[in-house]
């Protein structure tokens, strides 16, 4: 396709041809009507002079007779820009006006009519027209009186090539117009066709040209824009996830393979094999676990599980959860506190937001230091090592587990709640790993987040949720 | 049912390499196992009944599991279903309990874990839900909520009261820590951790300490069981 063959063929440039044929169309309808308005107008005005003048001849014949009308006429004939004037007997030979020659039979028939004629002053061969009334006068004699209208068709045909003008220039003026807006147009489409190819190439980081206009394909750029943000960042979570999946999966995978080979190629005895094929069914029960969270949070990532919400109090999860974990905890010489008064009303999944509490008060409970005083009676605004908590703040919903190990270092809080980004030294721990992940996704799902705070000392994890109200579901 | 009784068992299940392991499985344990390849075979062979337990793959050929287990219902036929399946999200497990399920098994599942549920449902099935249960002399008042061992009264906080009272409807039978955390805490998600061991040693420690006879014994690898060591 030629580069104006591209052009003749955008959208702006049809609607420039549609509007400039619209205009053209309105201009020639409104110049016809001038035109023709103009033309009754002066026949009005013709007839009307006409008209007069024939009735204050006719008077002067009836008072003065044949004599008193050829004066009269004579004087009026001679004035500058007088009408026509003949006065003829009745059959046919002039007395009295300023005509010379007129169409042959003018004479014979009274009444209106248009007639070519030429004035006594005029050399011989010129012609005009004009429009004229011939009256029979009492006693045979004709009188013709008329007026030129020559001056009609001027007007006419002035308004007419205004006209032919009027449209010339508009249509030149509009496919000028045309052609610089549908290039200007073309030009920025053809910028975004060009950035959709290399996208379309494989390089997602390429971006739609704003001109920062604020009109319509600005708008258009920006929301594909936003779009492609989305799909990059899809696209890079898609990749961090099979990158991790196969991380996640690989590792346990190949202990799973040295264990089994490493007891073929040592286990001697019956209990050695039977202690072997023990541990690759452990090996395999956690691998079932990972591949179970990591389900899970591709669920939730996708926004699936949208169906079966139900309005719940968060107070009694944490409790709830809380009661589960708190032997662990305690066996290992913590001491975990329950705060959650309640009422907390969310609108969720009550087994997801379990799970994902479940599995920040475990990743507390492996992090968290024993205090000295912990086992004994709480001293007096002695924090304890791990606080769960379920309150209300404002229209969200706070459920807080609070821990006072290691914490994550600031730098890294915003990186690790990312899903399926895990800490370099949180990779060697036991357990899928996959906990704060798992949180984030499920929080995600639920139209809230997952925070990260500095305890001073350790870590405070909060899942944000909205508040339901109590009326909802 | 009581132990050493044996349970007649049909597996509605289209891998010919599982429901193998399973048939062989189940009558290493003594109990028969029949099978069947589809969903329109295996709905025939239940509807003429006499089996204990169904269990059923969710996804079959020529009948889903779903529909079979509908179908089964709306004949009358009350035999207990135990649904296995690849779709282990809560929905999923929602769908099948719903549709008929009496409980429900995400693959892949350890054998003993099937076993144990199986013998549950099969247990269920005898209809017990006395009010008063009794292992040797540790007696459990579901209405007072009073538990006693020998002369003593014991104190226990009303989940582990839930706890022992779940273990010793299935006395004598083995239950995993997942059906604990179902039945006990009506949690259907994987802890990582094993905190149920946790709970139960608490449990232990008040109901068998100081007791010549233990009655909470651990299975290896399976989960736990209440029953009358004297036996």
């Known amino acids: 396709m030629t580069a104006l063959g591209k052009l003749l063929r955008t959208t702006a440039f049809r609607l420039t041809l549609v509007y400039l044929a619209l205009f053209a169309l309105f201009a020639a309808l409104l110049l016809a009507f001038f035109a023709l308005n103009a033309r009754r107008l002066i026949t009005e005005q013709i007839t009307a002079i006409i008209n007069a003048e024939v009735s204050g001849l006719a008077e002067q014949y009836e008072q003065g007779g044949i004599r008193r009308l050829v004066l009269i006429v004579d004087v009026r004939s001679r004035r500058p820009g007088s009408s026509l004037y003949l006065v003829a007997t009745p059959n046919g030979e002039g007395l009295a006006g300023n005509v010379a020659s007129l169409e042959p039979g003018t004479l014979d028939h009274t009444g209106w009519m248009e007639t070519a004629y030429r004035r006594l002053d005029e050399p011989e061969g010129t012609e005009h027209h004009a429009f004229v009334r011939v009256s029979e006068l009492p006693g045979g004699f004709r009188l013709l009186v008329g007026r030129d209208i020559e001056e009609r068709q001027r007007i006419y045909d002035i308004i007419a090539v205004a006209g032919r003008w009027s449209i010339a220039v508009v249509v030149v003026l509009g496919l000028i117009g045309g052609f610089f807006v549908s290039r200007r147009v073309l030009k920025r489409v053809d910028a975004m066709t060009e950035t959709a190819q290399t996208i379309m190439a494989g390089d997602l980081t390429g971006r739609l040209p704003v001109a920062g206009t604020g009109d319509e394909l600005d708008r258009l750029a920006l929301y594909v824009n936003a779009m492609l943000d989305r799909i990059e960042a899809l696209m890079r979570g898609f990749k961090e996830v099979s990158d991790n999946v196969a991380h996640d999966l690989k590792t346990p995978l190949t202990r799973l393979r040295n264990r089994a080979e490493a007891a073929l190629r040592n286990a001697k005895t019956d209990a050695e094999f039977r202690a072997a094929l023990e541990t690759v069914i452990e090996e395999s029960d956690g691998l079932i676990r990972t591949f179970d969270a990591l389900l899970i949070i591709a669920r939730a990532e996708a926004g699936e599980n949208g169906r079966g919400m139900v309005v719940f109090d968060a107070a009694e999860i944490a409790r709830g959860v809380g009661e589960l974990y708190e032997p662990l905890a305690e066996e290992k010489g913590l001491r975990l506190v329950v705060e959650a008064p309640g009422p907390a009303m969310i609108r969720g999944h009550r087994e997801l937001i379990s799970q994902a509490l479940a599995n920040l008060i475990d990743n507390a409970i492996k992090y968290a230091a024993p205090t000295p005083c912990s086992s004994g009676s709480a001293t007096r605004g002695e924090r304890p090592p791990i606080m769960v908590s379920a309150g209300v703040d404002g229209d969200r919903v706070l459920l807080t587990v609070a821990d006072n190990g290691p914490g994550i270092p600031e730098g890294d809080r915003a990186h690790v709640v990312e899903r399926f980004v895990r800490l370099e030294q949180s990779r060697s721990q036991p357990g899928s790993g996959l906990g704060l992940s798992l949180a984030s996704a499920v929080a995600g799902l639920h139209h809230g987040a997952l925070k990260l705070d500095d305890n001073a000392p350790g870590l405070k994890a909060t899942i944000v949720l909205p508040r339901a109200d109590a009326g909802t579901g | ?231």
Not at chain 2, 73 to 83: D, G, H, N, Q, Y
Not at chain 2, 140 to 161: A, M, N, T, W, Y
């Open chain 2, 1 to 231: 049912m009581h132990p050493g009784d044996f349970m007649r068992l049909l597996i509605i299940e289209d891998d010919r390499d599982a429901t193998d392991y399973l048939v062989k499985a189940f009558r290493e344990v003594g109990h028969v196992a029949e099978h069947a390849a589809d969903g329109e075979d295996g709905f025939q062979l239940a509807l003429d009944g006499g089996y204990d337990v169904l269990i059923v793959d969710r996804m079959l050929p020529k009948r889903d599991g779903l529909a079979v287990i509908g179908a089964l219902r709306a004949k009358a036929v009350a035999t207990p279903v135990l649904i296995l399946s690849a779709l282990g999200q809560v929905d999923d497990r929602v769908k099948g309990l719903r549709a008929g399920g009496d409980d429900y098994l995400a693959k892949p599942y350890a054998f003993a874990e099937l076993l144990a549920r199986v013998e549950a449902l099969a247990r269920r099935r005898g209809g017990r839900e006395d009010t008063v249960y009794r292992v040797a002399d540790l007696e459990l008042d579901r209405l007072s909520h009073r538990v006693v061992r020998g002369k003593d009264e014991i104190q226990l906080q009303p989940r582990e009261f839930r706890l022992l009272e779940y273990l010793m409807k299935h006395a004598g039978q083995v239950v995993t820590r997942t059906m604990l955390l179902e039945n006990v805490w009506d949690y259907h998600f994987d802890p990582q951790t094993n905190v149920i061991d946790v709970h139960i040693s608490r449990l232990r420690s008040k109901i068998d300490k100081g007791f010549a006879q233990p009655l909470l014994h651990t299975v290896r690898g399976a989960g736990y069981m209440i029953r009358d060591g004297a036996r």
